[in-house]
């Protein structure tokens, strides 16, 4: 069976993102500014609301409710409205990616691997407008970042709750994919993943799989519900390993409730203080799939207590077996610090051992 391999929605390059600099414009300028009228009739009476987006609008007689499809439509749209100004684009010599406006003072959540390797930005509006940025702080381990612009008024956006999803709710992302600034794809919650491996040997604890388009740009931009609320930041797209492309309609968002957490924490002290992931104080390597190799050993750290040596290798912890470094990684995102596990080990003169380690927590950035 071929694994799905899960590629960060990377920033394009510059090249790829003024290819259609006009198109660009015209695009954004359709989306937000196509106008509609409907009718709305309310429950029990011959109440009319017309609800206009632009001008001139096509009038639905007086009377006549709208089609679930239609007030469908006008929800999507609401959204796209209310969502669009807090979500930013950003850019630096290597490319582009997006962005969330965390506050009136100017901080801006993303992923780190869109900032990744510089410390200054340029920032870009859904209007346009462009301001300087700076690097506020990082957590790479769950692939976040702030930046924070100066003298600009945004608006915030408003995250909801992600544990209170369902798979079938509305998902609507909006973000610069290709340098497209301002682009909506939608689609539904389709499951909730957990340990999902990125490609650069990082491992998110949970996402949300969305049916909505993530594309090349729309990393740290915005997955919302139909209330309006961002409920994750698009993150990840599946590549077909077979045909080497993305696979169409399974992309993955960090939760909200996580982004919130980590922002925050790197908003009021400039790094994560609290990561909730474990920490074990070794750094792996690989053997050919025979395990993990235990190339360093922190002092005082949780494997130290525990006896654990350099050269020895993790085949298996918590009773789950381990054949590589990102497999150990994968299974150290499922467990808590503070718990007690077994580590087998092989040592150097091949026999194995078991440690009882008792994990501690990821110190942060």
Not at 335 to 345: D, F, M, S
């Amino acid at each position: 069976m071929l694994r799905p391999i899960f590629t960060p929605a990377l920033r394009m390059l510059r090249r790829h993102a003024r290819l259609f600099p006009p198109l660009a414009a015209a695009l954004a300028a359709a989306a937000i500014v196509g106008g509609i009228a409907l009718a709305t009739s309310s429950t029990g009476t011959s109440k009319t609301t017309i609800v206009t987006t632009g001008s001139p609008p096509s009038r639905i007689p007086i009377g006549l409710a709208a089609s679930p499809g239609a007030a469908l439509q006008s929800a999507i749209v609401d959204v796209v409205r209310s969502v669009s100004p807090s979500v930013v684009q950003i850019e630096d010599q290597q490319g582009l990616g997006s962005g969330i406006v965390l506050d009136a003072a100017g901080h801006i959540v993303t992923n780190n691997h869109v900032v990744s390797g510089t410390t200054s930005f340029t920032v870009t509006t859904s209007n346009g407008t462009r301001y300087p940025a700076r690097l506020v702080g990082t957590f790479p381990p769950d692939d976040l970042a702030v930046i924070k612009i100066s003298g600009a008024h945004l608006k915030p956006a408003t995250f909801g709750d992600s544990s209170r999803l369902q798979v079938g709710d509305l998902a609507i992302a909006i973000g610069n994919p290709l340098g497209l600034r301002s682009s909506v794809t939608d689609g539904i919650v389709s499951a909730f993943r957990m340990a999902v491996p990125e490609s650069n040997d990082v491992t998110l604890p949970s996402v949300i799989q969305t049916s909505a388009a993530i594309n090349p740009g729309n990393s740290g931009g915005a997955l919302a519900d139909i209330e309006g609320r961002v409920i994750g930041i698009p993150t990840l797209a599946a590549t077909d390993p077979q045909l080497g492309g993305s696979a169409p309609g399974i992309g993955f968002a960090i939760p909200s409730n996580l982004v919130a957490d980590i922002a925050g924490q790197i908003v009021r002290h400039g790094k994560v203080i609290d990561s909730h992931r474990v920490f074990l104080g070794i750094e792996v390597g690989d053997t050919n799939r025979l395990g993990a190799f235990v190339g360093s050993v922190t002092a005082g750290g949780p494997a130290s207590n525990a006896g654990m040596q350099v050269g020895e290798v993790i085949v298996s912890i918590d009773g789950k077996p381990i054949s590589t470094a990102a497999q150990l990684s994968e299974v150290l995102t499922t467990l808590k610090p503070g718990r007690r596990v077994p580590v087998v080990v092989r040592t150097q003169n091949g026999t194995t051992t078991t440690f009882q380690v008792r994990l501690g927590t990821h110190p942060g950035s």
